[in-house]
């Protein structure tokens, strides 16, 4: 279960940390649907979350392709050392923060026009709840003291599912391997007709799993998909994945802009990982350098902004302070993938003695 040889999608990853982040940048100071115009497209960081996860579920495929059942336990632990320790640093990193920013108050920030969401962080309540969902992401209680690690939630508990959904698709049944999408989309189209959708976090495993097996059907079939990797599906790719941007927010069914994201996630992928004119651009240099960085980037521009924010929006103004803010977190970012999710990460490996 050695790490994937598909490198443009480090490269894909780090393009949507980055629209992550340009949303956050965006939605500080700005009512969310406001982006959702054609020149605003680089906000996309709603849609990078689907991509996320069609990724993901790619990615996972690889790692399965010889999966045996003895490999389970080891799966897992890779899966946890790959995801907790940055996170772990991650959110000491944003309590510190935090606990320094206890002096300035809200209305530090006044007469900026930020938005409510901003301020949740500076709200969080250190309960006994808070602590144990921080310390498990076994639900959603830690996500105060950062946003974005909603996410992580589903990675975690979809990645113990995961190997399970492989199996089953990888059994020689006579039954088509579309079948299982149809069928965990059936049951949230169930669930999105009754207004459950969504309402829980175990109603979103199921939902987001569904994405996870987008990107496992796509490395199935990859040969087949080869036919998609071209300059004419390369548009079709980036029309799809950013629909709701060029109609201007006009669809406003999540259900249905998601299930458009996702098909255009599938062929960015395909794309990007068969087709050489986008290979060469991938091959940058600044965006490999944000691919490698990118997990680090997603899990500290929320702190960091912040932390900027209360600091100097009121001396120097939001657009400097995101300036700073990406220049800050791009350093951070570097510096926890080298020390943690590089060297402490594979440390951490060997000392368990994982292969």
């Given amino acids: 279960m050695d790490r994937h040889k598909f490198v443009g999608l480090d490269s894909l990853r780090g393009i949507a940390a980055l629209m992550v982040v340009f949303q956050h940048f965006w939605e500080m100071n700005h009512i969310s649907d406001d982006r959702l115009r054609p020149w605003f497209f680089y906000c996309a960081g709603h849609e990078a979350v689907i991509l996320f996860f069609v990724m993901s ?3 996972l495929s690889h790692q399965l392709r010889n999966f045996c059942w003895q490999e389970y336990p080891q799966f897992i632990l890779k899966r946890i050392i790959r995801i907790y320790p940055p996170y772990y640093l991650a959110m000491i990193f944003s309590i510190a923060v935090l606990l320094l920013m206890s002096n300035f108050y809200r209305s530090s920030l006044s007469g900026l026009g930020l938005q409510d969401w901003f301020y949740i962080w500076s ?4 309960d006994s709840t808070l602590w ?3 310390t498990t992401i076994i639900g959603h209680c830690g996500s ?3 946003l974005s690690v909603w996410t992580l939630f589903y990675e975690v508990w979809i990645s113990l599912l995961f190997p399970f959904v492989w199996y089953i698709s990888c059994l020689q049944l006579k039954l088509p391997k579309l079948l299982l999408l149809l069928i965990f989309g059936v049951i949230n189209y169930y669930l999105w007709s009754l207004g459950l959708l ?6 979103g495993i199921v939902y987001y799993l569904w994405f996870f097996i987008v990107g ?5 079939n990859l040969a087949f998909c080869e036919k998609f990797s071209n300059i004419w599906w390369w548009i079709v790719a980036l029309t799809l994945y950013f629909s709701n941007y060029l109609f201007f927010g006009k669809i406003t069914s999540r259900l249905l802009h998601e299930i458009i994201v996702a098909a255009g996630s599938s062929l960015i992928i395909i794309n990007v990982i068969k087709n050489n004119k986008i290979k060469v651009i991938l091959a940058n240099s600044v965006i490999r350098f944000y691919g490698r960085i990118s997990y680090s980037l997603y899990l500290f521009h929320l702190p960091v902004l912040y932390a900027v924010s209360y600091l100097y929006a009121e001396k120097i103004g939001l657009i400097a302070v995101k300036l700073i803010t990406l220049f800050a977190v791009t350093i951070i970012a570097q510096l926890n993938f080298y020390l943690i999710e590089n060297r402490f990460c594979n440390w951490l490996k060997l000392r368990i003695g994982l292969r």
């Avoid at 709200?123 to 250190?126: A, E, W």
């Avoid at 969504?198 to 109603?203: A, G, V």
């Avoid at 496992?216 to 199935?220: H, N, R, S, V």
């Fill in 144 to 146: 105060s003291l950062n």
């Fill in 57 to 59: 579920g790619f990615v």
């Fill in 132 to 134: 144990r969902g921080l």
């Fill in 216 to 220: 496992m059907l796509i490395y199935q």
């Fill in 198 to 203: 969504l309402q829980n976090d175990w109603s």
């Fill in 123 to 126: 709200q969080t309540t250190f």
